[in-house]
């Protein structure tokens, strides 16, 4: 368990009869960069006010609130991006259109990727966080439910989710943003599992790369793995998202799945915790 970081060494064990995953950053590897199209968006929104800002004060305050709202749907970030346009005297566009304008710009960068995988040029394995599918298998195996919710609009991530292989795993449990957002979140999909199977809080397991869907379960009780994966280099810990997230209140952290047979031996109580 070498790359296994323990932050709770108390943690509830063996009980998890439900598991929800975030989909990018935590599964999925498409969209890596993200934040390298967000964030250079919104600064340019916001210079276009005239604010006296430079760019590199302007750059750390978008990174600042974009990661923090980051596992919520991306139109939060979008009525925050109009919110500090108007706190600058600005006149901000509709949510929504800064939305859309943030996916047609992600698409570009991420096109040939879902092309790859459309055609074959490229294998699911490419694109998802090592140990991905595999993990899945383990979890399937031991008869647990299999949730997925992003903050991602829910049509991409259902074509993505396909492209990637991982459909079969959740079924109908596919969750993500809709235009609609206030009918859907992560703290409502959470507590749909939890009273649709009638669990206590500490049935729940959850696996996240984002601020939100650690602190939505833990807040129920659950039990969080914190996901901090270097999306460039594919192995290692991503220090930033290693410390946000433990900030966000998770239990564990990891790199990624390659130790997962001694991560769920160590969740479901197989094996011991060493302080």
Same mark, same amino acid.
């Given at each position: 368990? *070498?790359?296994?970081?323990?932050? &709770?060494? *108390?943690?509830?064990?063996? #009980?998890?009869?439900?598991?929800?995953? !975030?989909?990018?950053?935590?599964?999925?590897?498409i969209?890596e960069?993200?934040p390298? %199209?967000?964030?250079?968006?919104?600064? #340019?929104?916001?210079?276009?006010?005239?604010?006296?800002?430079?760019?590199? @004060?302007l750059?750390?305050?978008?990174?600042?609130?974009?990661? &923090?709202?980051?596992?919520?749907?991306?139109?939060?970030?979008?009525?925050?991006?109009?919110?500090?346009?108007?706190?600058?005297?600005?006149q901000?566009? =509709?949510?929504?259109?800064?939305?859309h304008?943030?996916?047609?710009?992600?698409?570009?960068?991420? $096109?040939?990727?879902?092309? @790859?995988?459309?055609?074959?040029?490229?294998?699911?394995?490419?694109?998802? %966080?090592?140990?991905?599918?595999?993990?899945?298998d383990?979890?399937? $195996?031991?008869?647990?439910?299999?949730?997925?919710?992003?903050?991602?609009?829910?049509?991409?991530?259902?074509?993505?989710?396909?492209?990637?292989g991982?459909?079969?795993?959740?079924?109908?449990?596919?969750?993500?943003?809709?235009d609609?957002?206030?009918?859907?979140?992560?703290?409502?999909?959470?507590?749909?599992?939890?009273? /649709?199977?009638?669990? +206590?809080?500490?049935?729940?397991?959850?696996?996240? /790369?984002?601020?939100?869907?650690?602190?939505? %379960?833990? #807040?129920v009780?659950?039990?969080?793995?914190?996901?901090?994966? *270097?999306?460039?280099?594919? +192995?290692?810990?991503?220090?930033?998202?290693?410390?946000?997230?433990?900030?966000?209140?998770? *239990?564990?952290?990891?790199? /990624?799945?390659? =130790? &997962?047979?001694?991560?769920?031996?160590?969740?479901?109580? !197989?094996?011991?915790?060493? @302080?």
């Amino acid at each position: 368990m *070498d790359h296994i970081e323990i932050l &709770r060494h *108390d943690l509830p064990r063996g #009980r998890f009869r439900s598991v929800l995953f !975030d989909f990018d950053g935590t599964l999925s590897l498409i969209r890596e960069g993200w934040p390298q %199209v967000m964030i250079p968006m919104m600064v #340019r929104v916001l210079q276009e006010t005239g604010t006296a800002e430079d760019e590199p @004060a302007l750059t750390r305050h978008v990174e600042e609130f974009v990661m &923090r709202l980051n596992g919520r749907q991306t139109i939060y970030q979008m009525i925050q991006l109009a919110e500090e346009v108007r706190k600058r005297g600005g006149q901000p566009e =509709e949510p929504l259109t800064y939305k859309h304008r943030y996916q047609g710009l992600l698409m570009e960068r991420i $096109r040939g990727r879902l092309e @790859a995988l459309a055609v074959g040029r490229a294998t699911p394995f490419d694109w998802t %966080v090592p140990g991905s599918h595999e993990l899945l298998d383990e979890l399937r $195996r031991r008869g647990v439910m299999l949730y997925l919710a992003s903050g991602t609009d829910v049509a991409f991530v259902r074509r993505e989710a396909e492209l990637l292989g991982l459909t079969p795993y959740f079924g109908e449990h596919i969750y993500g943003a809709l235009d609609e957002y206030q009918n859907f979140s992560k703290k409502m999909i959470i507590e749909r599992i939890l009273r /649709d199977h009638r669990l +206590q809080g500490d049935e729940l397991l959850g696996f996240g /790369d984002g601020f939100v869907e650690i602190e939505e %379960v833990k #807040r129920v009780g659950g039990v969080a793995v914190a996901v901090a994966s *270097d999306e460039v280099k594919r +192995q290692g810990i991503n220090a930033w998202k290693r410390d946000r997230l433990i900030r966000a209140g998770a *239990d564990l952290v990891i790199p /990624d799945y390659r =130790e &997962r047979s001694s991560l769920l031996r160590l969740l479901f109580g !197989d094996e011991a915790i060493r @302080a």
